[in-house]
């Protein structure tokens, strides 16, 4: 067999990145997700429902669909961690998750507005949720094995990180191109949407789900191609009941580890908070600010360029610095913006008046798009470095599984404060002002975190 070099290992894994992110580009943030609520919006008008409820009632459904697949993959995700580092395979893994993303972003498909079912279509995309999430634990987990300098995994992350968001680029650009019709019935470059796209019943809009779901198959195919399980002398059956006990002495052991467990709990809060702005900016702009399916589009393009750029300069500064540094900054710079959003209105912005039908709003949300891109992608990829350094580097899988309960045990908790409190007020702009408080908690937890962590040698 033809030895596999370190650099087609490294390759392979940035193509999962590549693969996995349109469907946090496409079907969470900037497509699919905006499409959900405005498709259950006009349907809850229809029914009789004032508009201002019906907008903040939509959130809250997408929200509550959002939280209740959080909590099953924080029940899951460090028991599988355990499970792979006891039996030494991650790949077979990845194949079964790989499956779950490819069907439940493709099922996506049968979401057509006149016959729109809120459990069918939440029910699949949970599916693909989950399989992209139980995935990424597992790849993430391969990271300490790509160079043997820990000095440059920072950089690595921060570089597949960014080719990640190129990755989604290009596919969101593929998609308005190409598929998404504009108010004139052509997409952004003037043509008729392809394959004969119905923008009647939105199939310019509902392919999003295949094209996802294609995507990620063509692309995962380097990343199979070049990954390889390390030999184990361990078992390779499922090894249930030894996993569930490593994962309890685990858990048991946390107070031991006060670093570790500072740090899974401020990356709790801080990645919940990102998340909650990922996933209702575009719902945000669409009902708050009027704003067309095609414009957020666009406003995600800005985005994803801030990101990829800005993913690939944290990178060198991660390994300069070390990943503390970036995260403190793009969490309070997060912070910032996420207060921001919550002033801006068509008539205001930090409760300035501003003229009737002026721009400002508009363009203030684009650059607040532009600092969550960037400092959102630098957090997302210091914070898996700054796990390498805080882990056992025996029990690694095990550890990103943890670090998912992490992000994922109160994954529930943005999307049901924001449907609660969108609930509460009646206000779609008032129900994101929570995530100012899980970016705020997620600070102050840093100061009892280690650089280095407690497993320092």
């Not at 405005?38 to 429902?49: D, H, K, P, R, S």
């Not at 390390?230 to 002495?249: D, F, H, N, P, Y």
Request: include cysteine.
């Amino acid at each position: 067999m033809t030895q596999i070099t370190q650099s087609k290992r490294i390759w392979g894994w940035y193509f999962f990145d590549w693969a996995s992110q349109p469907y946090n580009t496409l079907i969470l943030t900037f497509i699919f997700g905006p499409y959900f609520t405005a498709t259950l919006t006009g349907n809850l008008i229809a029914e009789g429902m004032a508009d201002e409820a019906a907008r903040a009632q939509a959130q809250a459904t997408w929200g509550w669909g959002l939280a209740a697949t959080g909590i099953a993959i924080a029940l899951l995700a460090p028991l599988l961690g355990a499970i792979a580092d006891n039996s030494g395979r991650k790949l077979p893994w990845i194949w079964l998750f790989s499956a779950m993303y490819f069907v439940g972003s493709g099922a996506l498909w049968w979401s057509a507005p006149d016959d729109f079912s809120v459990l069918f279509t939440l029910f699949f995309f949970g599916i693909g949720l989950i399989g992209m999430e139980f995935a990424t634990i597992f790849t993430n987990s391969y990271l300490p094995e790509l160079d043997d300098d820990p000095a440059e995994l920072g950089r690595i992350s921060g570089s597949g990180w960014a080719f990640g968001y190129v990755g989604g680029l290009v596919a969101l650009v593929i998609m308005l191109l190409l598929f998404q019709a504009t108010a004139s019935g052509t997409t952004m470059a003037g043509l008729t949407p392809l394959l004969g796209m119905d923008t009647v019943t939105k199939e310019d809009t509902r392919i999003v789900g295949p094209l996802t779901a294609i995507w990620f198959a063509v692309f995962m195919i380097p990343f199979f191609l070049y990954t390889r399980d390390r030999a184990t002398t361990g078992a390779s059956k499922l090894v249930i009941g030894e996993s569930m006990r490593a994962l309890g002495k685990t858990l048991r052991g946390l107070p031991n580890h006060p670093s570790l467990m500072a740090y899974l709990g401020s990356s709790m809060f801080y990645r919940d908070g990102l998340n909650g702005l990922y996933t209702f900016g575009g719902i945000y702009a669409v009902g708050v600010l009027g704003w067309s399916v095609t414009q957020v589009g666009i406003f995600g393009i800005v985005a994803i360029i801030a990101g990829a750029v800005f993913c690939w300069i944290s990178g060198r500064v991660d390994r300069w610095l070390g990943p503390m540094p970036v995260i403190v900054f793009c969490v309070i710079a997060l912070a910032f913006v996420s207060l921001l959003i919550v002033t801006i209105t068509p008539e205001a912005i930090l409760f300035i008046p501003i003229a009737e039908g002026s721009t400002m709003p508009d363009v203030t949300f684009f650059i607040a798009g532009a600092v969550i891109g960037a400092a959102g992608g630098a957090l997302q990829a210091s914070s898996r470095n700054m796990m390498t350094r805080q882990a056992n580097p025996d029990r690694m899988t095990e550890a990103f599984g943890l670090y998912a309960l992490s992000g994922k045990a109160t994954s529930f908790l943005a999307p049901a404060l924001i449907a609660l409190t969108s609930q509460m007020t009646g206000s779609q702009r008032l129900g994101v002002s929570p995530v100012v408080g899980l970016f705020i908690i997620g600070l102050v937890l840093l100061f009892w975190v280690k650089p280095k962590g407690d497993f320092e040698s």
